[in-house]
Nanobody, 119 residues
């Protein structure tokens, strides 16, 4: 059974930083593409960042480019999202996701971790 467990969320002031972690089990992590998504209250879930199995390719939503960094450690089966200069409008539940092939949709999702950015 695949499990994705996010951690690292919390309350931070605008301009602050947080690092989210997502620990994966039950899948071949080293070959999976990993992604981060977020969903704010009353809004649809949106893409934040993704990283391929080798870390060779990363992609970001335009709104987070230059402030967020996605990283992975295949030895620890963990993907990270370093978030800097956070904005109040980025308050949301952040979800980790995994897919077995880069060209498919995401197969697995975590339960999410709350990030609250105060102004």
């Amino acid at each position: 059974q695949v499990q994705l467990v996010e951690s690292g969320g919390g309350l931070v002031q605008a301009g602050g930083s947080l690092r989210l972690s997502c620990a994966a089990s039950g899948l071949t992590f080293s070959s999976a593409t990993m992604g981060w998504f977020r969903q704010a209250p009353g809004k649809e879930r949106e893409f934040v960042a993704a990283i391929t199995w080798s870390s060779q390719t990363t992609s970001y939503a335009d709104s987070v480019k230059g402030r967020f960094t996605i990283l992975r450690d295949n030895a620890k089966n963990t993907v990270y999202l370093q978030m800097n200069n956070l904005k109040p409008e980025e308050t949301a539940v952040y979800y980790c996701a995994a897919k077995r092939r880069p060209w498919t949709s995401y197969d697995y999702w975590g339960q999410g971790t709350q990030v609250t950015v105060s102004s």
